[in-house]
């Protein structure tokens, strides 16, 4: 069992940086690959980054490739979502989640799912 709980959302401007974390609880967090993902309203979740277990391997949307970089650090069990050049249509609730296994960019494959947390960026 993992719990995830999201932080570091808010309200920014075109061009300005975000860092978002997940805190994870559970024994078995260091053996999963870690998602983001993010739904704005009236749209469907969509993915945005994974990384693999170790960290080694990460994987992102072309929409933000190049923008975000995840990153895990498994001694504090956290993982992060570093946002840069954000844009209006980055704006969304901003989930981590996890599951065991095989990393996948499908939101639907995916265990425990944080709260979430609002990101809004303003033009």
């Known amino acids: 069992q993992v719990q995830l709980v999201e932080s570091g959302g808010g309200l920014v401007q075109t061009g300005d940086s975000l860092r978002l974390s997940c805190a994870a609880s559970g024994r078995t967090f260091s053996s999963y690959p870690m998602g983001w993902f993010r739904q704005a309203p009236g749209k469907e979740r969509e993915f945005v980054a994974v990384?693999?277990?170790?960290?080694?391997?990460?994987m992102y949307a072309d929409s933000v490739k190049g923008r975000f970089t995840i990153s895990r650090d498994n001694a504090k069990k956290q993982v992060y979502l570093q946002m840069n050049s954000l844009k209006p249509e980055d704006t969304a609730v901003y989930y981590c989640?996890?599951?065991?296994?095989?990393?996948?960019?499908?939101?639907?494959?995916?265990?425990?799912w944080g709260q979430g947390t609002q990101v809004t960026v303003s033009s």
């Open positions: 989640a996890a599951r065991p296994g095989t990393w996948s960019n499908k939101w639907y494959e995916y265990n425990y």
């Open positions: 990384i693999n277990w170790s960290g080694g391997s990460t």
